[in-house]
């Protein structure tokens, strides 16, 4: 730079060359890349990159709620008036269910005392509006406008009136992000409700779902209906999840077993996240060995 | 400035601010929930690889790369996706910018679409990489209408540039 003593005039100060920079940028990207799929140690940047960008993601998202609700806004009296008689209705079904449910529930505790076995968890749960669709095209999310602040967990299952749909995989302050039982990644651990057959369902892509690793000569029949088990110590026991599509079992050992979802996986606007208050699991390590 | 381009006219130097405004309008227009409708242009990648090429000691690799994070977070998508991506289409977009300027709009629209298609390229190795199915071929469909908009961006972006320096109250702009 200075060769005879002179420094380099700022017109020609470029920094690096355009190719070195090049591949300082990429190893960056391929390293946070790594660092985020493999390990994912950067939740937490991630957290406050997303709080910052809460304003402009809400602001984004004013053009598409006004589309969606546009409809709405339009609708005629005599159609809400419909809706709400048939509200009304559903909610005088509902409570007369309620009324059974808590005499069951009391019914429920006095026989457990009796037979000297622990109190079911209790239960908390958190209403939230689906906010949007995440963009990715990889994958099958949506984003809530709850959080970690509304007292939502990660691993809390999300529920609409008819099912389980998804559970919560990231969590930021004001937001959660919902992995969609359809997605690839994501299981979910069931019984059959008939037989009390134990399994797990994977998401199979195309609204669909599958339910893996079950001999051929299982007892599992179209029209099943999946529940949840509660095994995983995530999830509330008997959350309906699926209903069997179909089974085939002429292929290898195990059954392919395709299922759809009974919740609307992929419609749903307003949902409820639900979660255990405390988990039943023992801890894991030294003392839950010796015990068994 | 030195006429390295068709146009003869001599634009006014670009103000900074513009153009910082329009990147962060682009990445709010990318962070519209359009869910998985199929062409939706890349805002952002778009304006990012026109400035490239306008301006490439200006907006370079380093503001791919930030915006690129941003998007990252904004899609929930994996952290470094676009932003490896981006690096790619505004390192591209700097090496074609002295050829490309030579070129009518629609000409350099046409050379700016391998880039487009080179970026989504990237981004769908990096994720099935990682394990994801392929999302399909209409995820590539994005890249042909952002192509098309470049037509109209170009005019669009560089329309305070196109003011003459002295005002004139007889003309119209």
């Known amino acids: 730079m200075s060769l005879i003593g002179h420094n380099t005039p700022p017109i020609f100060k470029r920094g690096p060359a355009p190719t070195v920079r090049l591949l300082l940028y990429v190893s960056a990207a391929l390293v946070l890349l790594v660092t985020d799929l493999k390990f994912r140690y950067l939740e937490f940047m991630r957290q406050t990159v997303a709080v910052v960008l809460y304003p402009v993601e809400r602001a984004a998202a004013t053009p598409a709620d006004l589309v969606l609700n546009a409809a709405t806004y339009f609708a005629t009296l005599a159609k809400v008036q419909q809706e709400n008689a048939l509200l009304r209705r559903q909610q005088l079904r509902m409570s007369e269910q309620l009324m059974r449910h808590q005499q069951l529930a009391q019914e429920n505790s006095r026989l457990r005392t009796l037979l000297g076995m622990r109190d079911e968890l209790p239960a908390r749960s958190v209403a939230a509006d689906v906010l949007y669709a995440a963009h990715d095209p990889f994958t099958r999310k949506v984003i809530l406008d709850r959080g970690s602040t509304h007292g939502i967990a990660k691993g809390d299952a999300v529920v609409d009136e008819r099912g389980v749909i998804g559970q919560v995989t990231r969590l930021h302050p004001i937001q959660a992000e919902v992995t969609l039982l359809t997605d690839k990644e994501q299981a979910i651990p069931i019984v059959v409700r008939r037989n009390g057959l134990r399994g797990v369902v994977f998401g199979a892509g195309a609204g669909q779902l599958e339910l893996r690793y079950l001999p051929a000569t299982a007892d599992v029949q179209p029209g099943d209906s999946l529940v949840t088990s509660g095994l995983d110590g995530l999830y509330l026991p008997g959350l309906p999840v699926a209903k069997v599509l179909r089974v085939d079992r002429d292929t290898q050992a195990f059954a392919r077993i395709f299922c759809v979802p009974v919740g609307g996986v992929e419609q749903s606007t307003h949902v409820l996240v639900m979660g255990r208050l405390s988990t039943p699991l023992p801890p894991m390590g030294g003392d839950g060995d010796k015990d068994s | ?173």
């Open chain 2, 1 to 173: 400035m030195q006429p390295t381009n068709r146009s003869q006219r001599i634009l006014q130097p670009v103000k900074l601010w513009y153009l910082y405004l329009s990147l962060i309008v682009a990445f709010a227009l990318t962070l519209i929930p359009t869910g998985h409708l199929p062409g939706v242009p890349d805002w952002l990648a778009l304006v990012l690889a026109f400035w490239s090429v306008r301006e490439p000691l200006r907006v370079g690799l380093g503001t791919g790369f930030a915006f690129g994070l941003l998007v990252d977070v904004g899609h929930g998508a994996a952290l470094g996706q676009h932003a490896l991506a981006y690096v790619l289409l505004t390192y591209g977009a700097n090496a074609l910018s002295r050829r490309v300027l030579w070129f009518s709009p629609l000409e350099q629209a046409l050379h700016i679409l391998p880039l487009l298609l080179l970026m989504h390229v990237v981004m769908v190795v990096v994720r099935m990489l990682a394990g994801a199915d392929f999302p399909g071929w209409w995820y590539f469909t994005g890249s042909f209408t952002a192509a098309l908009l470049w037509v109209p961006l170009h005019f669009v972006l560089l329309f305070p540039q196109f003011r003459p320096v002295e005002r004139d109250d007889n003309r119209p702009i």
